[in-house]
């Protein structure tokens, strides 16, 4: 990411910083890496370390199924029946030491701010628009919106009034940042990115709210939900500067690479975290060599895991899925397209699928719950005769 301020800040960091009565706004450093990674310098009115209560909430790590036979999955998310604020409709579906992956029907605002203490989270926005509140700002979402919060950051999520917001999610456990390969040696996006600076939105404003009073933050960390009432409001900075906020890219601002023949999955690469890929298959022109087939080729993901979150249009490889559909293609095995997909890709000019991808570089678990969900005959749907 790139520097960014809002709100009021002193000249000089480290240095006094009063308010009109006098007395000192507390200054917090929140980065990463231990003082070598991005970071921002906030200015709150208390300290954010007053807390009067902490206690253990509740364990949430998912309970992953017994190993089965290798076989590629389907879940059909829209079949979940979890609903709630934007924490507790997670519906966990796959993970492993990396990153976990879920779909939220949100339905309601969240009442207690929360973060996430163990990583980055991305929260792509399928349906339903609102609010995300941040201790940065707030950032106003959208359907498509890629929303990246970085650890430690408190907030909530408060869609708009009778609008469901169905997220898929990423709980990564490392930072998520724009391909490292799109950067230049300055941070700057390069002309080949699929997307700049400009496409890229931070918090819009910075409420500041003074007020004293017990708040409930819920920390995710080591495993658990932790409860820490704070004696005063958590959105009580007035100022920030530096390189670690949240921040919204809509998926209709990736700019998608074609070519003659067909393009491999780089391509449409988004973000990437510790050991793992997002990108973004986007509305986009076929390829235009005379005899290209713009189907992609069976392929084998030698050691990576693939998972498809459909979005919108038909995918032009798959049939069977459904908008909210999430297939997992894992590693070991080979995927490809459905039966009658490759010839009836020859001759189109375009595509209007929009789908999210996420590839991990090791193996995911499938969490129990998710079994309820699933499709157990896609394994099989490339020996059905299908038209
Ligand atoms: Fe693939």
């Given at each position: 990411m790139y520097y960014r301020?809002?709100?009021?800040i002193?000249?000089k960091r480290h240095t006094?910083?009063?308010?009109?009565?006098?007395?000192?706004?507390r200054e917090q450093v929140m980065g990463t890496r231990g003082f070598s990674g991005t970071q921002s310098i906030l200015y709150h009115?208390?300290m954010p370390t007053?807390v009067?209560?902490?206690?253990?909430?509740?364990?949430?790590?998912?309970?992953?199924?017994?190993?089965?036979?290798?076989?590629?999955?389907?879940?059909?998310?829209?079949?979940?029946?979890?609903?709630?604020?934007?924490?507790?409709?997670?519906?966990?579906?796959?993970?492993?030491q990396d990153l976990?992956?879920?779909?939220?029907?949100?339905?309601?605002?969240?009442?207690?701010?929360?973060r996430n203490g163990d990583g980055d989270e991305m929260?792509?926005?399928?349906?339903?628009?609102?609010?995300?509140?941040t201790m940065f700002?707030?950032?106003?979402?959208?359907?498509?919106?890629?929303?990246l919060i970085p650890i430690g950051t408190i907030y909530?999520?408060?869609?708009?009034?009778?609008?469901?917001?169905?997220?898929?999610?990423?709980e990564s456990f490392s930072q998520i940042t724009t391909?490292r390969?799109?950067r230049?040696e300055y941070g700057?996006?390069?002309?080949?990115?699929?997307?700049?600076?400009?496409?890229?939105?931070?918090?819009?404003?910075?409420?500041?709210?003074?007020?004293?009073?017990?708040?409930?933050v819920?920390t995710k960390s080591r495993g658990a939900?932790h409860?820490h009432?704070?004696?005063?409001?958590?959105?009580?900075v007035?100022?920030w500067d530096g390189y670690l906020y949240p921040w919204?890219?809509?998926?209709?601002?990736?700019?998608?690479?074609?070519?003659?023949?067909?393009?491999?999955?780089?391509?449409?690469?988004?973000f990437e975290g510790n050991n793992f890929?997002?990108?973004?298959?986007?509305?986009?022109?076929?390829?235009?060599?005379?005899?290209?087939?713009?189907?992609?080729?069976?392929?084998?993901?030698?050691?990576?895991?693939?998972?498809?979150?459909?979005?919108?249009?038909?995918?032009?490889?798959?049939?069977?899925?459904?908008?909210?559909?999430?297939?997992?293609?894992?590693?070991?095995?080979?995927?490809?397209?459905?039966?009658?997909?490759?010839?009836?890709?020859?001759?189109?000019?375009?595509?209007?699928?929009?789908?999210?991808?996420?590839?991990?570089?090791?193996?995911?678990?499938?969490?129990?719950?998710?079994?309820?969900?699933?499709?157990?005959?896609?394994?099989?749907?490339?020996?059905?005769?299908?038209?």
């Open positions: 301020q809002m709100g009021k002193p000249h006094m910083f009063k308010k009109e009565d006098g007395s000192l706004f009115h208390y007053e009067v209560k902490s206690e253990l909430a509740c364990h949430y790590l998912p309970q992953y199924e017994d190993q089965q036979s290798l076989k590629h999955r389907h879940f059909i998310t829209s079949k979940s029946v979890k609903k709630g604020n934007g924490l507790q409709a997670r519906e966990y579906i796959l993970g492993n976990l992956i879920g779909t939220a029907s949100i339905t309601e605002p969240m009442k207690s701010y929360y929260l792509f926005v399928h349906y339903g628009t609102g609010r995300l509140e700002g707030t950032i106003t979402y959208r359907p498509g919106d890629y929303l909530r999520i408060i869609p708009n009034e009778k609008d469901t917001t169905k997220i898929l999610f990423v391909p390969r799109y230049n700057q996006l390069l002309e080949h990115s699929p997307f700049c600076e400009r496409d890229l939105r931070g918090p819009e404003i910075l409420e500041t709210f003074d007020e004293k009073g017990e708040f409930e819920i939900l409860s009432i704070l004696g005063h409001h958590p959105f009580d007035v100022g919204a890219f809509n998926v209709e601002d990736f700019e998608p690479i074609t070519g003659r023949i067909h393009q491999p999955p780089p391509v449409h690469q988004t890929v997002v990108c973004s298959f986007v509305p986009r022109l076929f390829d235009y060599h005379p005899e290209a087939i713009p189907a992609p080729y069976y392929h084998s993901n030698v050691n990576s895991d693939e998972l498809l979150y459909y979005v919108k249009g038909n995918f032009m490889s798959r049939k069977g899925v459904q908008l909210e559909s999430i297939t997992l293609h894992p590693s070991g095995i080979p995927h490809g397209p459905h039966p009658g997909k490759t010839e009836a890709s020859i001759g189109k000019k375009e595509t209007l699928e929009l789908a999210v991808m996420i590839d991990t570089f090791h193996p995911l678990k499938v969490v129990k719950n998710a079994m309820v969900m699933e499709d157990p005959a896609y394994m099989y749907s490339w020996t059905e005769k299908m038209e």
